[in-house]
């Protein structure tokens, strides 16, 4: 249902209401009598609101109000509502004496009940016509409002000027052709005028006479003149197009009639297109939509009202003459209508309109007038997306799409004052989410290449803000340093120089009473004096040479010093026996000899394990004087694990000791820990702002793992999977802000989860990933699994398109009698009954293929199964009788048998002969004169396969099918058959090129043109000067690299396999590397990786190396 308001019993001419306030408004005026009997009453203008944006309660069509009438002395032939405010705008009607009235609408309004008589609301009233004004508009344009353009029946087109209506009640008159006496005739009743959408002095008129001539009122005279009927068939209307001021719709009457659309730039003699498929006969009115350029509605002598789609050209909807819901005995309920007298309703030739009018406010609302006295107005809107696409009214004025790391697409419409025509802008954006982490990462990045590792932990230890930041940062610096043991103890406190000095200075003050008591100046004189029998023990033991008693003897008497003399004397095993029992004896008195004890014995673990956690610094300190070095990492691992033991857990302190270890795994603990709790808190807050603090806690996190990484100078470095989450995480962050480049490189270690899968692969097919090396010289995988979906099994219920029109195909189906594929032998007899049963269907159906519901193999034509490469089978298709050929594998299809995997007989064109099974009797050769023909180069679907990689293919990537169908504006986005999710096509066998040798000899390279010399010349200077600056195995293996791609990509630039184009770019790229712009340089032969690899892999990559080199050397 399309009808939303109506009004019956009113056999009228309509206009609507140009003004917003009063959108919904229309103006009537009498084109029949409206009562009942032979006299004249006259006309009479009434002003309706339709009342179109009602709230009907009951779910019934809003009930028109009328807003004011007044009488008229004849009846209306036309009216026309100029634009406007409601108290400045005209309305115009048309008479069929031949006058034309003009009315104020504001002084109607409100004159239902009469109080308003004709002169009230008359401005002026005009007679030049000799017969009734047929046809009247008003100029659209806002600076030429005031002019009206009559025609009327006897063929006189009059331009009225009401400039001055308003006030001086007069109207100026005259003549489109100067001719202001007797004006211009068009030698026919004038059926239609209209007004140049985009230019206001131009202006049509067509005519009974069947042409139609196209005013210049500026000069005065005709522009042009369209004989649009040559039979002399009556133009019945004609509209301009109203965004394109050169095109114009015509409509005839007579005959089949017709809508033909006209180019005035390319013809005036022959129409650009005749719109088909729509009217039986003539078209009595038509009128082109005013927000819409591409629908227009037409009403015809074949009772249907059409909605057109001009893009197509074709029509997509009808608007019916009645409303199928309505009850039948309506009007019976109403007290009757005049044409109930004659048994109900009138039938389809008494329903047909003669008028339908587009509203010029109201989008998608038609007004029609029929002959049964009915003023409707209708809903198109949802008839008008059958074409497929929304109106352009619902296009929204704006719109974005989100795309990729930050990307955002706007459109906008916007209408420039000098012109009606709205401009669309497109604006490609790049919207960072979190400004302060892209800040931190670019200075990261930036600071971090910039400076040296020592001077970066630096900085960063005195921006820290806090004193385990600080710690953690001076340890990364330390780290760094070559003498990084030194440097230990002096951050650790313990200053080789300034101990050597306090104890060199170390001065002991006499308070005459030592720490046990006794007198403290025995003490300072040496120790304690021997008695004489300890003595003479002593001397007794050292005479019979048993020095083991005599230093027993001096360890009981109490003298440690003369016991350790006495010990160096006696041997390696008494003086380590010695040692021991003095540490044993004096460790309780003196705890520093514990550590001595440790270092002599090389009990270092011992230490670490018996040390006190508050004095790990000591510890420390002790570790990084003593310790080896092969021992050293171990000892601080162990140091860090005693620390976390402790009931108290010192997990900070615990990291930095790991740090000293270099033990990643471990030092990342307590910084996740602290991050897991920045992340707790953050989400209690539940904040916008607590994301931005959790990603930039995160890059502080990732800055610091970087950083360590970098001290522990390994290129393959593994990341436990938590790390590696994280990385993957912080990655994800920076592509979502754009930053491809640096988020590849945070992706290197990331595991192959799937997420870091589908991220690499974002990465390197987005618009930087030219620019990322990391994954230009190791492009990544395609994150997702190739599947072959095979060929469908199940066709039934599909509808095939054939001929423009789409029919059923009810075919039975075959069960398969093995689950594999087989050759089935066919009766030959059967299989040319069935050909030539179906040979004409093949022929109309311009050679398209059908597939049957069930893929059943068979051997009636073609080569046998044996013959075929591996996968392929033949198979029959029932409807045509032709055998094509499918591949189980990549479910690919074929007319033209595949290549065979040895020479086979040859194919005579145009007949498929059916070879002999092994397994079956020899059957009679069928021969058909088939549509496909192996002589052409290839068949179709080859051809497509061969240009975009399958045969599936779609008119949005198939130009050939884009013109057919419409799409011209669509193209391939893929340059080869190389794209994501394609299986590979089978488009022959093509010739290999013969490979280039690599062998780089000065003395035998091939010459090259004048115009390419200066690339060999360059290239092996800067080869020359690589391999003689190169120092270690890595850089003299990328030497020998360049070396062999210089000789490739001279060789063959020799043989012509390099275009002008890559050479040129060869080109830019060694002016670049030696004018020192290795960033350009750089750039440049990323372009071609990322562009031309496929084809000149074999010299690109030691390419690359070159640049690589000369920019790490600074050529």
């Given amino acids: 249902m399309t009808k939303i308001a109506e009004l019956k019993d009113k056999g009228a001419v309509v206009a609507w209401s140009p003004i917003g306030d009063h959108a919904d408004v229309v103006a ?91 002169e009230d609301a008359l401005l002026a009233s005009v007679q030049r016509h000799e017969g009734a004004v047929s046809a009247l508009k008003f100029n659209p344009h806002a600076d030429s409002s005031n002019l009206l353009a009559t025609g009327g029946t006897a063929g006189q087109v009059w331009m009225m000027d009401m400039a001055t209506t308003q006030t001086m009640n007069s109207v100026n008159v005259y003549s489109p052709n100067g001719d202001d006496a007797n004006g211009s005739s068009l030698g026919g009743e004038v059926t239609q005028v209209a007004w140049n959408s985009q230019v206001s002095h131009i202006l049509a008129s067509s005519s009974a006479n069947g042409s139609v001539v196209v005013w210049d009122l500026r000069q005065k005279k005709p522009w042009c003149e369209l004989r649009v009927e040559s039979n002399n068939s009556s133009v019945s209307d004609v509209a301009w197009n109203p965004t394109q001021g050169l095109h114009m719709m015509t409509a005839s009457e007579g005959g089949q009639g017709g809508l033909k659309l006209w180019d005035l730039r390319a013809s005036t003699s022959m129409p650009l297109t005749t719109l088909e ?59 009757g209508q005049p044409n109930d007298f004659y048994g109900g309703g009138l039938g389809t030739s008494q329903q047909k309109r003669y008028d339908v009018s587009w509203s010029p406010c109201r989008r998608g609302v038609v007004s029609t007038c029929s002959f049964d006295r009915k003023v409707q107005a209708h809903s198109v809107v949802g008839l ?50 979190h400004p302060e982490l892209v800040s931190a990462s670019e200075k990261f990045e930036t600071e971090f290449g910039a400076k040296d590792c020592i001077a970066y932990c630096h900085d960063m230890a005195a921006r820290a803000s806090d004193a385990y930041e600080g710690q953690v940062w001076s340890f990364m610096q330390i780290m760094f340093e070559t003498n990084a043991r030194e440097e230990l103890l002096s951050y650790l406190g313990f200053d080789p120089e300034k101990i050597q000095a306090a104890a060199m200075e170390f001065t002991e003050e006499d308070d005459g009473i030592d720490e046990d008591g006794g007198d403290a100046s025995a003490a300072t004189k040496g120790a304690p004096a021997m008695s004489q029998r300890a003595e003479n023990t002593v001397k007794d033991a050292l005479l019979v040479g048993n020095f083991e008693a005599a230093v027993e003897c001096c360890f009981r ?87 976390e033991g402790e009931a108290a857990g010192d997990f900070a302190n615990a990291s930095l000791c790991y740090m000293c270890a270099l033990n990643l795994g471990q030092a990342v603990k307590y910084w996740k820990f602290m991050l897991v709790e920045k992340a707790n808190i953050n989400n209690e807050e539940k904040s916008s702002a607590t994301t931005t603090e959790d990603l930039l806690s995160l890059h502080e996190f990732i800055e610091k793992v970087t950083v360590f990484t970098q001290a522990l100078d390994s290129s393959e470095l593994e990341l436990d999977d938590d790390v590696a989450k994280l990385f993957a995480k912080y990655a994800e962050s920076l592509a979502n802000q754009g930053l491809f480049v640096a988020a590849s490189k945070y992706l290197k270690g990331c595991g192959d989860t799937q997420e870091c899968k589908e991220l690499r692969d974002r990465i390197y097919r987005s618009r930087m990933g030219g620019f990322c090396p990391d994954l230009i010289s190791s492009p990544p995988d395609f994150p997702y699994d190739f599947v072959n979906v095979g060929v469908a099994s199940d066709l039934q219920g599909i509808t095939v398109k054939q ?24 009766d030959a007899a059967q299989t040319a009954n069935q050909v030539q049963q179906q040979q004409a269907q093949v022929q109309q159906s311009q050679q398209q293929v059908q597939q049957s519901p069930q893929l059943q193999p068979t051997q009636s034509e073609g080569p046998s199964s044996s013959s075929l490469p591996p996968g392929w089978v033949a198979i029959q298709d029932p409807t045509s009788g032709q055998t094509y050929y499918a591949n189980q594998n990549t479910g690919e299809s074929s007319w033209e048998p595949p290549a065979a995997p040895a020479p086979q007989p040859a194919v005579t064109s145009n007949t498929y002969a059916a070879q002999p099974s092994a397994a079956s009797q020899p059957s009679p050769t069928i021969q058909t004169q088939g549509s496909y023909s192996t002589s052409n180069g290839g068949s179709t679907s080859q051809k497509v396969a061969s240009k975009y990689g399958d045969g599936f293919v779609t008119s949005a990537s198939n130009p050939q099918l884009a013109e057919q169908y419409g799409n011209v504006g669509t193209s391939n986005p893929y340059s080869n058959a190389n794209r994501p999710g394609t299986a590979a096509a089978a488009v ?69 396999g390099v275009d002008a184009q890559i050479c040129n770019r060869v080109g830019l790229m060694l002016s670049a590397l030696q004018n020192r712009d290795y960033g350009s340089a750089s750039s440049i032969v990323t372009g071609l990786v990322s562009n031309e690899w496929k084809d000149h892999k074999d010299w690109l990559k030691g390419m690359k190396f070159l640049v690589q080199m000369a920019s790490k050397k600074q050529l």
């Fill in 988 to 1056: 022959g066998s093509t010739s290999k090129k013969a490979p280039v040798s690599g062998t780089f000899d000065p003395h035998s390279m091939p010459a090259l043109s004048e115009e390419y010399q200066y690339l060999q010349d360059g290239l092996m200077a800067i080869v020359e000067q690589l391999s003689a600056c190169a120092t270690g195995s890595m850089e003299k293996k990328q030497a020998a690299e360049s070396r062999k791609a210089v000789a490739v990509f001279i060789k063959t630039v020799a043989r012509g």
């Fill in 28 to 118: 009537l005026g009498s084109k029949e009598k409206g009562g009942i009997g032979f006299d004249d009453y006259g006309g009479e203008l009434e002003l309706y609101d339709w009342n179109i944006t009602q709230n009907n309660h009951d779910g019934g069509m809003p009930e028109p109000t009328l807003l004011g009438s007044v009488k008229t002395a004849t009846r209306f032939g036309s009216l026309a509502w100029s634009t406007g405010d409601i108290d400045t705008s005209i309305l115009a009607g048309g008479m069929l004496d031949g006058t034309v009235n003009l009315w104020k609408p504001s002084a109607l309004i409100g004159a239902a009940g009469g109080s308003v008589t004709a």
């Fill in 384 to 433: 008008a997306t059958k074409c497929g696409r929304p109106p352009k009214w619902m296009s929204p004025a704006s719109g974005v799409s989100c795309g990729f790391g930050g990307a955002v697409v706007s459109i906008s419409n916007n209408t420039n004052s000098d012109s009606q025509q709205p401009q669309r802008y497109v604006t490609i954006d790049n919207v960072v989410e």
């Fill in 277 to 335: 498929g729509g009217h039986a006969g003539g078209v009595l009115s038509m009128d082109w939509c005013p927000h819409d350029d591409t629908l227009m509605v037409s009403c015809g002598n074949d009772n249907r009202t059409l909605l057109w789609d001009l893009y197509s050209l074709r029509p997509i909807a009808e608007i019916p003459a009645e409303d199928s819901t309505a009850p039948s005995n309506q009007n019976q309920q109403n007290g």
């Fill in 803 to 826: 001929g423009g029109v789409q029919q059923m195909m009810q075919q039975h189906q075959q069960q398969l009698e093995h689950p594999s594929y087989e050759v089935a032998s066919v």
């Fill in 557 to 643: 008497s109490g003298n440690l010093a003369d016991a350790l003399v006495l010990a160096s004397c006696g041997g390696a095993d008494l003086w380590q026996k010695t040692q021991a029992q003095y540490f044993a004896r004096e460790a309780k008195n003196r705890p520093f000899l514990s550590l001595v004890s440790a270092v002599i014995h090389d009990r270092l673990p011992d230490l670490v394990a018996a040390s006190d956690p508050a004095k790990w610094k000591e510890t420390l300190a002790v570790l990084s004087t003593y310790g080896k070095s092969e021992e050293f990492p171990r000892l601080c691992a162990a140091l860090g694990e005693r620390l």
